[in-house]
């Protein structure tokens, strides 16, 4: 009896022992909470938080080998906001004291958000991981703002232009004429205007209804950019880092879009419902029309998988670049990264830098880019065993080359709306190319004063 | 004698009463209906008058996405008069009053008001429990959560094959192409929309207004005679002038103001601002757009402007309706 107190007695001290130490170690570990928040639109893109989830354990166990007491405790919060009201929700929660610590966004809000003083640059700290210098020099250049990193690129895209080959066969297009547009195009020998003539054809041959023959994306967003520089425009002054308009360049730009609608039965899609109207069109009675590779896979997964998904893609829709304006011109495309910023109300921005770098990686960047049809943004990741499995990324590729970028300015959101009102208004007809120039520069010299350049 | 003494004695003890009272009583009695009034003084203060300061004083900055927690707003030296210049200069401006005054006037004469005094009239004229139940079925749009109502509108005006009118209405009938018919006819749903709902507020009013109008008014105009449009034209309406200028009043700064619908079905679109009104270009230019560029104290101008609207609008209404007379005791309790 007595011995079997004494065993009692032996193991409840055991546990208690056991039970302080346990508290004590406890107690010596710091959990951080790393708030990440991201846009993504399920399913395609949800390795943009996920991932984070997948580094935390990652990460934690870098601190614990080399005895750091810190531990992350990830958040991911994902959805697919608007972006105005994605970019607001920043700012207010910012100004609330409530940011996260991670925030995903487009390059272009970089300037807006260093000039506030809500993000930090990242100089000083992304070179203690040497996994960044994987990421392409060029979406670097994105993400700089006064000669300062202030964010990690997390995807990289092109904007081709699409078309549907059945259509193009019903108006007489041969197999090898269609496998062969990429090409001339790239070679310039298939201009905007030729583009438009052959929508024309299309409408007045009945293939596709009037307004069917050339569809842009439905409301302001950076796809009208590449239009513009393909007239010769440009929209930042690399001397001042003013926002500039070119006038000369504008006229061209707006006459494209006028003739469009009026001229060239094209553009009856401003205004359009995303899901019900606008990807149903695209993806059944419209000729050509500018989207976005990620598109590919939201189209697939979302509107066409009941007829074949991609494979029924491959076999109807053919993409190249946004044709050149003029015969033996350039073709161009435009690539709208995403970077991941960190927020100066961030209290371990090691850490928050550190699981960036972990995200920032063949396996986890690959997982997003494969899913949602986003190009890489990793060195040799075109080599990376299951990237190359894509076949979207491996024939969109090439359009990098021919890239370009929406500029890093705080009024850029200023600019874009002035001057897609002012296209908006030559689709309907309210304005003529004239008429739209005048606008816009009237317009940003009232919104912007000193900061726009008018060319 | 002795009710004449009784009588004296009561209205002595009146005349003493107040001499009784001590100073916190009097103090108590002086404060009680402050104290009543005081939750709604603080709600209102809270909630109403000092957003409708700041709003007004954010009218005169530049506050925006790229200077919030920068600006200080609160200081004269950052107010000018630009966002309104900015408003009135606007290419848009008439296009966006114009699309206003439209859209407040279509749907207030014929739904608000118009469809309201309708249905009152014939629920109450028809058997009680149909009258009830049929208002009850009106009653449904204005109880569903508004995101779910337009959603209905949408897949009723949805492009064919997957619309309803399209569908089972126009495509029979041949009639049309299949269009998404709130391309081709966004005004219309705009106002039909917003119009089911709003007609259901004044066909309460009124209603309730009519069953209250005393039945020997009616059973007289019939004895002498009078048709069922002489009975309305001149017994229910002039009795129920009250309730009418309360919904149209009421209405039409509610329709000033309201924008929620609109937002929803077009967002303003489709073309370029042609069902933009004027509280949704407060709220664009507030809250939304696509790079984020949202500009608060821009905004705010749009929406002091619609403030003063409203005044202007109320103060016509009530010398319209002559509302001080309305408010007049009735002369018979003047006697």
Redesign the interface.
């Known amino acids: 009896m007595k011995t079997s107190k004494s065993l009692l007695s032996i193991i409840l001290i055991v546990i208690l022992v056991m039970s302080f130490t346990a508290m004590a170690l406890a107690q010596d570990l710091d959990i951080i909470p790393i708030k990440v928040r991201c846009r993504a639109k399920p399913p395609m893109e949800n390795w943009r938080g996920l991932n984070f989830l997948v580094a935390e354990k990652d990460l934690n166990a870098d601190l614990e080998a080399m005895g750091d007491p810190r531990r992350v405790k990830v958040e991911v919060i994902q959805d697919n906001l ?7 929700e920043f ?2 929660g ?2 609330a004291g409530e940011s996260p610590d991670i925030w995903l966004t487009g390059h ?2 970089i300037g ?1 958000q260093a ?4 993000i930090i640059a990242l100089d000083g700290i992304i070179e203690e991981f040497p996994i960044y210098n994987l990421v392409f020099d060029t979406l670097w250049d994105c993400t700089k703002y006064k000669g300062k990193i202030w964010g990690v690129p997390q995807d990289a895209e092109a904007r081709p232009l699409y078309w549907n080959k059945t259509l193009l066969k019903k108006l007489g297009w041969s197999d090898g004429e269609i496998a062969a547009l990429p090409g001339k195009i790239e070679k310039g020998e298939f201009t905007l205007y030729d583009m438009l003539e052959t929508a024309k054809q299309a409408v007045d041959k009945g293939v596709v ?1 009037p307004g069917n023959g050339f569809w842009t994306r439905p ?3 950076p796809d009208f950019t590449p239009f513009y520089y393909a007239f010769g425009g440009e929209t930042i002054d690399s001397a001042t880092g003013k926002l500039v308009f070119d006038k000369t360049a504008g006229l061209k730009y707006y006459g494209f879009f006028y003739d469009a609608a009026q001229k060239y039965g094209s553009m009856g899609c ?4 995303w899901s ?2 606008w990807h149903p069109g695209v993806t059944s009675k419209v000729l050509f029309w500018v989207g976005g590779t990620w598109q590919w896979a939201e189209w697939a997964e979302k509107f066409l998988k009941d007829l074949g998904g991609e494979a029924y893609m491959w076999e109807n829709f053919g993409f190249g670049l946004i044709p050149a304006a003029e015969k033996g011109g350039k073709p161009n495309s435009l690539t709208h990264p995403l970077a991941y910023l960190v927020s100066s109300q961030c209290k371990y921005p090691d850490l928050a830098v550190a699981l960036i770098a972990k995200v920032t990686n063949y396996g986890p960047n690959t997982r997003h880019a494969i899913t949602s049809t986003h190009l890489g943004i990793l060195k040799g990741q075109t080599e990376y065993k299951f990237y190359k499995q894509s076949r979207l990324l491996s024939e969109a590729l090439y359009m990098l080359d021919y890239t370009t970028f929406l500029p890093n300015n ?5 600019y ?2 002035i001057t897609y ?1 002012a296209l ?2 030559c ?2 007809g ?1 304005f003529t190319p004239e008429k739209a120039v005048d ?1 816009v520069v ?1 317009g940003l010299n ?2 912007l004063g000193d900061k726009i350049i008018i060319k | 004698m002795s009710k004449n003494f009784q009588l004296e004695r009561e209205t002595s003890s009146l005349s003493s009463f107040p001499n009784s009272k001590s100073f916190f009583s009097k103090l108590k009695s002086w404060l009680l209906p402050y104290a009543f009034l005081s939750p709604t003084l603080v709600v209102v203060t809270l909630f109403f008058f000092i957003p409708l300061v700041m709003v007004f004083i954010l009218s005169f900055t530049n506050l925006d996405m790229t200077n919030f927690g920068i600006l200080k707003w609160w200081q004269p030296a950052n107010w000018t008069l630009d966002n309104y210049v900015k408003i009135f200069t606007n290419r848009f401006f008439p296009r966006i009053l114009n699309n206003t005054l439209m859209y407040v006037s279509m749907t207030l004469i014929f739904f608000n008001v118009g469809m309201a005094l309708v249905i009152a009239l014939i629920t109450t004229n028809i058997n009680r429990r149909v009258g009830f139940a049929f208002r009850l079925i009106w009653l449904m749009c204005r109880l569903t959560p508004v995101v779910v109502y337009i959603m209905m509108w949408k897949a009723l005006a949805g492009p064919a094959p997957m619309g309803v009118l399209n569908k089972h209405i126009l495509g029979p009938l041949g009639i049309g192409g299949g269009e998404f018919l709130l391309n081709t006819n966004p005004w219309v749903f705009v106002i039909l929309a917003n119009g089911f709902i709003g007609a259901s507020f004044g066909m309460i009013i009124f209603s309730s207004a009519i069953e209250a109008i005393p039945k020997d008014y009616m059973i007289a105009s019939k004895v002498d005679g009078a048709s069922t449009w002489q009975t309305i034209r001149y017994i229910t309406i002039p009795m129920i002038k009250w309730p009418l200028l309360f919904v149209t009043t009421y209405q039409t700064l509610s329709l000033l103001t309201s924008f929620e619908q609109i937002l929803l079905l077009t967002n303003g679109g489709p073309g370029l601002y042609e069902t933009e009104v004027w509280s949704l270009t407060a709220y664009h230019r507030a809250f939304s757009s696509y790079f984020g560029n949202t500009q608060w104290g821009y905004g705010s101008a749009w929406a002091v402007i619609l403030v003063i609207i409203g005044i202007i609008m109320a103060i016509i209404y009530l010398r319209v309706f002559k509302f001080n007379e309305l408010i007049q005791e009735p002369k018979i309790d003047q006697l």
Do not use: H, M, Q
């Open positions: 608007d972006w105005g009201d994605y970019i607001t700012v207010l910012y100004g272009e809000y807006t000039e506030a003083g809500r209804e409301k302001n967003g401003l205004g359009l419902d019900s109207a705080p009024y850029w959101g200023t874009s709306t009102e908006a208004a689709v309907s309210d606008f009237e009232r919104e």
